[in-house]
């Protein structure tokens, strides 16, 4: 049971920037840090953002991350069209012992 | 090359077993924790299961839905991770997924592997 709460869909034009968040709690977002995942359409998801705002390398710097408490949020600036895609954060959760998924946010380019 | 490729998803009635195997490549897998995550049809993602790496003692976790049924195991010999499935349900009808550790260069996750559970 996933217990990250993220909301189902966000979208914008080309150019514009989304923000959506990923909502925990003191188990989870609040002791450790998130990573955020990209899932394109029928391919296996993409690690997008780790340690809260760190990118790995080959990731554009038009995603950034940032953790306050127990939320953290995803920034895409200047969307692109190809940016449509499912996007998931990540923690571990000291009360279940385990890794927890967010509920995913789907991401539309109008 | 760095990689991972899942193999050994298929079908299977319900309470049947299924072993799964994933063949690491291209960066030191002993040195790294391991996971299986999964995503049932038209679904988001669930962490099944991780191993801890080998110099950590290879501590294994799992979710509740799998704890007692589902075990990790890794073979830092072959650079295989596994993933063996007893007692199957419907409900674990879904695309397994070899998790790398989350590095700043990072690993590509694999393809996955299909399991269905039906009779």
């Known amino acids: 049971q996933s217990v990250l709460t993220q909301p189902p869909s966000a979208s914008g034009t080309p150019g514009q920037r989304v923000t959506f968040s990923c909502s925990g709690s003191?188990?989870?977002?609040?002791?450790?840090?998130v990573n955020w995942y990209q899932q394109l359409p029928g391919t296996a998801p993409k690690l997008l953002i780790y340690?809260?705002?760190q990118r790995p390398s080959g990731v554009p710097a038009r995603f950034s991350g940032s953790k306050s408490g127990t939320s953290a949020s995803l920034a895409i600036s200047g969307l692109q069209s190809e940016d449509e895609a499912d996007y998931y954060c990540a923690a571990w959760d000291a009360s279940l012992n385990g890794r927890i998924f967010g509920t995913g946010t789907k991401v539309t380019v109008l | 090359e760095v990689q991972l490729l899942e193999s050994g998803g298929g079908l299977v009635q319900p309470g049947g077993s299924l072993r799964l195997s994933c063949a690491a490549s291209g960066f030191t897998f002993s040195s790294y924790a391991m996971s299986w995550v999964r995503q049932a049809p038209g679904k988001g993602l669930e962490w099944v299961s991780t191993?801890?790496?080998?110099?950590?003692?290879?501590?294994?976790y799992y979710a509740a839905s799998v704890k007692g049924r589902f075990s990790i195991s890794r073979d830092t010999s072959t650079n295989n991770l596994y993933l063996q499935m007893n007692s199957l349900r419907v409900e674990d009808t879904a695309i397994y997924y070899c998790?790398?550790?989350?590095?700043?260069?990072?690993?590509?996750w694999g393809q996955g592997t299909l399991v269905t559970v039906s009779s």
């Open positions: 340690s809260n705002d």
């Open positions: 191993i801890s790496a080998s110099v950590s003692g290879g501590k294994t």
């Open positions: 998790a790398p550790p989350d590095l700043p260069a990072p690993i590509p």
């Open positions: 003191n188990s989870n977002i609040g002791s450790d840090t």
